[in-house]
């Protein structure tokens, strides 16, 4: 298998500095902004990345509750998904725990709660943070600093 960057195996994401903290997040011509908090050195001018990674969990989930209640003939809009995490106290820093909860209409039988779970379970992101997923950090114009 080739390297990410080198063919079509994936999308390409490119991030960019601004100023400071602030960075552009470039994905198939869509701009994204991360920023840090004033208390952390930043400007506060767009979310974290810690924020950007779980917004993007809560945004999957979302899609996929949104297609599965589409199927049913509900209306998407009344839906909302919410989330929160919790980051570790103890090295190395990382997200140690998420919780996402889906808000649906009234409207949703009790009946079909398990075919929305079902479609819950299919989602990419959720799947990806659940199990282990590989990272290369790679240095680039100096092999000897690749991992392995």
Request: proline share 9%; with cysteine.
């Amino acid at each position: 298998m080739g390297r990410p960057f080198d063919g079509p195996e994936g999308t390409c994401v490119e991030v960019r500095s601004r100023a400071g903290d602030a960075y552009a997040v470039e994905v198939r011509g869509h701009q994204l902004h991360v920023d840090q908090p004033m208390v952390e050195g930043g400007s506060d001018t767009a979310p974290t990345p810690v924020e950007l990674f779980v917004g993007a969990l809560a945004a999957s989930v979302a899609l996929h509750a949104g297609r599965f209640l589409a199927r049913q003939g509900i209306a998407e809009d009344a839906m909302v998904v919410r989330a929160s995490f919790r980051l570790s106290e103890e090295p190395p820093v990382r997200v140690e725990a998420v919780w996402v909860r889906v808000v649906v209409p009234r409207e949703l039988p009790p009946g079909r709660l398990v075919g929305l779970r079902e479609a819950l379970e299919r989602c990419p992101v959720t799947n990806t943070v659940r199990g282990a997923v590989r990272v290369d950090l790679e240095i680039d114009d100096y092999p000897s600093l690749a991992p392995g």
